[in-house]
DNA sequence: AAATAGTGGACAGAATCGGTCCGGTATTAG
DNA sequence: CTAATACCGGACCGATTCTGTCCACTATTT
């Protein structure tokens, strides 16, 4: 039997799972008088979680939507299912913003009770995404979610670094913001003590911890975008251009934005767009392209479509059960 | 200045945002002194809240995967995230438990704020799924975590239910279990009343609330599979059988558990697998089957073979710059 | 009209809370 | 090896909060 503080808490937890309850059945739960149930509810919605209650034959307390985001208590296997939805978003291309599903990721990895983080692990090896292009390294979860946390409120953390050489120093950086690029997480922001703008590359910060009070707002349109820009003309071996027909939804959702750049003027409407892939490989497009089911035109490079004409052909061999010639490269 | 219950909340979602922090820190941002915190610190372990502490120079607090899951503070971007993920994940099918991600995704749903609900059904408009197969509709929120929540823990619910022919009734259920099939929701379960087992649309069902006390497990291997079996011989227009070379978890991430039955054996292994598949159209099958990127064998219906034979053309004449045949039948 | 359920004030004894003080232990830097 | 940094947790005690009890009141549904 816990303190009050933990039956408020249980009292959440039962409102969350279930319908509408009512206070008999909840003083019985909680193991405490129907009246201090009630004190308990005022104590939730002080708190801003959104309790409403429901008077007369059938009444109860049920939760609904509030201004805030209340604490959620989820189940293993719902947790589970969040984790692999996370993963499943960044494929698909489903996020916008890849920062959040990450911190929400690390949120919830960082507290999963070991029996489930190994069925999460069996399931992930099990899919071995060996076809799948643009899978990010994730980071440090304590690290990221350090110094997200940092940018959102504007606050200073001390971060400990190793730089390329190897040498460990200890540094003041106001952050401005996480960027994911080229399968690496950066954070970019203003050295304290230097006094001006750095990047450091996630990986390679072992501590980051806040420090007390806040620094103003950067000036400028979006600093992290702007630092980060610096890496725009990056090294891939291949440069594919396309032109795909079809709403910005349909292409993204299987392009995503890690992996391609996209015209999205007019995203409802279907239209021709051109799309601009880089990759090390080409070899998982053809399989892409045809996810898609649009009708498309490859600019360049000319290999490629070579690689979709012997897919294409190898999809007929198997529809007209070939198998000797069905078989992958 | 909140009470005593809002402070521990608090501390916990300093905990969850960061890494390691001092008691000073958190003592600091709590307003109380750091014997204090070390009380909440107790409190949160009380609720199986897994804190660790880490002593000396640069030591702190973190949490720590415990046993249970503790309350999730997520932030309005990561909620969008995970839900846009549980989304995500039940159209690739990397979902492998249907009922957690639609409970999951219920419990958030319900106190979503509404700034944040209407980001979602913006983005969410924006997609219209077109062309994916298999969507299915969500029942309602509250009935669907109080039933899920009852077949939990074993506890009867008191159901009212609309019948096909409009008549209402109030009955209490033993749950066995929620399962969806074909584009619906039901729960199967026994009748109190009458004594044998049935099965109820979830979407007839009005409000639903737990009973006090709890029921037997049922007996015998997986009843609600067992009362949802007789679904099985359902009436589609095709019937596909097929037999691709792969992983279980290769084949899932295309073909879902909703779309496709699939022998699960050796499942890590590649190897030669028959899947089935029913469904009401064809056309959505030939990109799928692309997409895979497996060899493949089309057992049956012919017409489907025709159909990837022509897909593959298409394919091929988008390789070869023929804009005429590019575009969809 | 009856039954079901939430609302909220008042009261008093019990329990909890929270600050202060303090001697202890673990860890790391130098 | 030593100093500095942090966590650890017992003891004490006044102030505050919590809880159960009793009760008259309102809202809904059948």
Do not use: C, N
């Amino acid at each position: 039997m816990p303190r009050p503080t933990g039956r408020v808490l249980t009292l959440l937890e039962l409102l969350q799972s279930g319908g509408t309850r009512t206070v008999a059945e909840l003083a019985d739960r909680l193991g405490v008088d129907g009246r201090t149930v009630r004190r308990y509810v005022d104590q939730l919605i002080d708190l801003d979680v959104p309790v409403e209650s429901v008077r007369g034959r059938y009444g109860g307390y049920r939760l609904a939507p509030g201004y805030r985001l209340p604490p959620l208590m989820l189940s293993d296997d719902e947790a589970l299912a969040v984790l692999l939805g996370l993963i499943a978003g960044r494929r698909t291309g489903l996020t916008t913003d890849r920062t959040a599903s990450e911190t929400a990721s690390a949120k919830i990895r960082r507290v999963l009770p070991r029996h489930v983080a190994r069925r999460l692990d069996t399931l992930l090896a099990a899919l071995a995404f060996t076809d799948q292009p643009g899978e990010f390294d994730t980071p440090d979860a304590g690290v990221l979610l350090t110094i997200a946390d940092a940018v959102r409120h504007l606050r200073p953390v001390s971060i400990r670094y190793t730089d390329r050489e190897g040498r460990r120093s200890e540094r003041t950086l106001h952050p401005y913001g996480v960027v994911a690029h080229a399968g690496r997480w950066y954070v970019t922001g203003e050295d304290a003590q230097l006094g001006e703008d750095r990047t450091f590359r996630l990986d390679r910060i072992d501590d980051a911890r806040t420090l007390p009070g806040s620094f103003a707002a950067p000036a400028g349109p979006d600093p992290a975008q702007r630092v980060v820009s610096g890496f725009a003309t990056a090294e891939y071996r291949h440069e594919v251009t396309l032109r795909i027909h079809g709403t910005v939804a349909q292409i993204r959702a299987r392009l995503p934005e890690t992996v391609a750049s996209l015209e999205e003027h007019e995203p409802a409407t279907e239209r021709w767009r051109r799309v601009e892939v880089r990759a090390e490989r080409l070899d998982w497009v053809p399989p892409v392209l045809a996810a898609l089911d649009r009708p498309f035109v490859v600019e360049r490079p000319d290999e490629l479509r070579d690689l979709v004409v012997a897919f294409a052909d190898r999809l007929t061999s198997s529809a007209r059960g070939e198998r000797g010639s069905a078989g992958r490269p």
